[in-house]
């Protein structure tokens, strides 16, 4: 089935920028809208952003509007996420998601294959 793999994770100071990056693999539908997702200790897995086939059509949770930006290549079949001005409290493990289908969604249940998940930690 479909496999994703996440990387770029790392430890960085509050203020900084990370992009992770997700390449995806054994695709079996023309199209895939693509999302990322965090989960901290103790919390539940919650939703950042998403993109859908084209690129054209973007969500972001509102707690990293403006400082995050999603996008993707799918000439490699990679999506990316652009993560600035980091603050503590985006410390999580960040899964990149894909669900079949051109149409960009929110939720962690509509999504189909899911990566392995990479570490981000934003030190104050």
């Known amino acids: 089935q479909v496999q994703l793999v996440e990387s770029g994770g790392g430890l960085v100071q509050a203020g900084g920028s990370l992009r992770l990056s997700c390449a995806a693999s054994?695709?079996?539908?023309?199209?895939?809208?693509m999302g990322w997702f965090r989960q901290a200790p103790g919390k539940e897995r919650e939703f950042v952003a998403a993109i859908n086939w084209s690129g054209g059509t973007t969500y972001y949770a509102d707690s990293v509007k403006g400082r995050f930006t999603i996008s993707r290549d799918n000439a490699k079949n990679t999506v990316y996420l652009q993560m600035n001005s980091l603050k503590p409290e985006d410390t999580a493990v960040y899964y990149c998601?894909?669900?079949?289908?051109?149409?960009?969604?929110?939720?962690?249940?509509?999504?189909?294959?899911w990566g392995q998940g990479t570490q981000v930690t934003v030190s104050s």
């Open positions: 998601a894909a669900r079949p289908g051109p149409s960009a969604r929110t939720g962690a249940n509509e999504y189909n294959y």
């Open positions: 054994r695709l079996t539908s023309s199209s895939y809208a």
